[in-house]
């Protein structure tokens, strides 16, 4: 089992930038992809950003390149999400996810509970 937690959302102006953590615990990750993804109010959820753990090789969504980073910290078994120029568009309740890898939240078997973020105008 894998166990997800993330962290550091919250409320922030339009071209603010924000980092949001996520922590995995419960089993080896030298396999595995972390990715990010979102959901907004009545809307579906969003692939954002993904990195595989071994390579670190990442993907992005096409809303977010140029502006989001995705990260690890390997020792620290924590994944990072690094978002700048944030838009009103970005909020959303923002979820860390583990598993196999890729653009589909099929791709991942564990979710953690996520973080909302907001950006006002």
């Known amino acids: 089992q894998v166990q997800l937690v993330e962290s550091g959302g919250g409320l922030v102006q339009a071209g603010d930038s924000l980092r949001l953590s996520c922590t995995a615990s419960?089993?080896?990750?030298?396999?595995?992809?972390m990715g990010w993804f979102r959901q907004a109010a009545g809307k579906q959820r969003e692939f954002v950003a993904t990195i595989r753990w071994s390579s670190g090789t990442t993907t992005y969504g096409d809303s977010v390149k140029g502006r989001f980073t995705i990260s690890r910290d390997s020792a620290a078994n924590t994944a990072y999400l690094q978002m700048n120029s944030l838009k009103p568009e970005d909020t959303a309740v923002y979820y860390c996810?583990?598993?196999?890898?890729?653009?589909?939240?099929?791709?991942?078997?564990?979710w953690g509970q996520g973080t909302q973020v907001t950006v006002s105008s």
């Open positions: 419960g089993r080896t990750f030298s396999s595995y992809a």
């Open positions: 996810a583990a598993g196999a890898g890729g653009m589909s939240r099929l791709g991942y078997a564990y």
